[in-house]
């Protein structure tokens, strides 16, 4: 973080241990009727447009199990619309995990297939093995990798480049885009037929003079 904010670069840190996001209970609802649906819209809002307005975004996490941790993996949950609806093309990303002993490296590459799919450009990795309950430092070899890396990816922000999509991206891409339609559809479906039945009780009632 040191190495970047001396590239210029300005961070806006969020923890989300701090906020008291309940899990995501797979409704459905930011996919049918838009992320503001969301029951937990007020929790989830605030950090989504800090992810929105942001020229890029940096993701740590530590191995939990061989996996992210359960505050991440929820975040994640939460933002699944951007699946079906993209919007961080042109944005770079930065992904860090570190584990006790493996998982790292499954961590890092789960969150950048992620991001990948939410539309952003080019996602840096770096996993690193660590033991911080034995009061671990980073040897020169490691820091200097990791201020390598910093300065790979500021450079890269502010050079504005836009990485080319890539095949299979523009691929899930429309996939996505028509598993939107169809749940649109259906959802349209859905309503119509409701609005249908409710006419025709209301007709029913009429014609009885209740």
């Given at each position: 973080m040191n190495?970047?904010?001396?590239?210029?670069?300005?961070?806006?840190?969020?923890?989300?241990?701090?906020?008291?996001?309940p899990f995501c209970s797979g409704c459905f609802s930011c996919f049918e009727?838009?992320?503001?649906?969301?029951?937990?819209h007020d929790a989830v809002k605030p950090i989504a447009q800090a992810i929105e307005s942001a020229d890029a975004l940096i993701?740590?996490?530590?191995?939990?199990?061989l996996a992210p941790t359960a505050l991440l993996k929820n975040m994640i949950d939460h933002l699944s619309y951007y699946f079906h609806r993209p919007r961080f093309f042109g944005r770079k990303a930065l992904v860090l995990s570190t584990t006790?002993?493996?998982?790292?490296?499954a961590c890092t590459g789960y969150i950048r297939n992620v991001l990948g799919h939410w539309g952003f450009g080019r996602v840096y990795?770096?996993?690193?093995?660590?033991?911080?309950?034995?009061g671990y430092t980073p040897s020169a070899k490691v820091e200097k990798r990791l201020n390598h890396l910093a300065g790979c990816f500021v450079r890269d922000i502010k050079s504005g480049r836009i990485?080319?999509?890539?095949?299979k991206r523009v691929m899930y891409y429309n996939a996505w885009r028509a598993m939107a339609a169809v749940i649109?559809?259906?959802?349209?479906d859905t309503i119509g037929m409701t609005a249908g039945?409710?006419?025709?009780?209301?007709?029913?009632r009429s014609s009885l003079g209740l």
């Amino acid at each position: 973080m040191n190495r970047m904010r001396d590239c210029g670069a300005t961070i806006e840190e969020i923890h989300l241990g701090q906020h008291k996001i309940p899990f995501c209970s797979g409704c459905f609802s930011c996919f049918e009727r838009g992320e503001d649906s969301c029951p937990h819209h007020d929790a989830v809002k605030p950090i989504a447009q800090a992810i929105e307005s942001a020229d890029a975004l940096i993701v740590l996490t530590p191995a939990y199990s061989l996996a992210p941790t359960a505050l991440l993996k929820n975040m994640i949950d939460h933002l699944s619309y951007y699946f079906h609806r993209p919007r961080f093309f042109g944005r770079k990303a930065l992904v860090l995990s570190t584990t006790a002993g493996a998982g790292a490296k499954a961590c890092t590459g789960y969150i950048r297939n992620v991001l990948g799919h939410w539309g952003f450009g080019r996602v840096y990795n770096y996993a690193l093995a660590c033991f911080a309950a034995l009061g671990y430092t980073p040897s020169a070899k490691v820091e200097k990798r990791l201020n390598h890396l910093a300065g790979c990816f500021v450079r890269d922000i502010k050079s504005g480049r836009i990485p080319r999509a890539r095949l299979k991206r523009v691929m899930y891409y429309n996939a996505w885009r028509a598993m939107a339609a169809v749940i649109q559809k259906a959802l349209t479906d859905t309503i119509g037929m409701t609005a249908g039945l409710y006419a025709r009780r209301l007709h029913r009632r009429s014609s009885l003079g209740l």
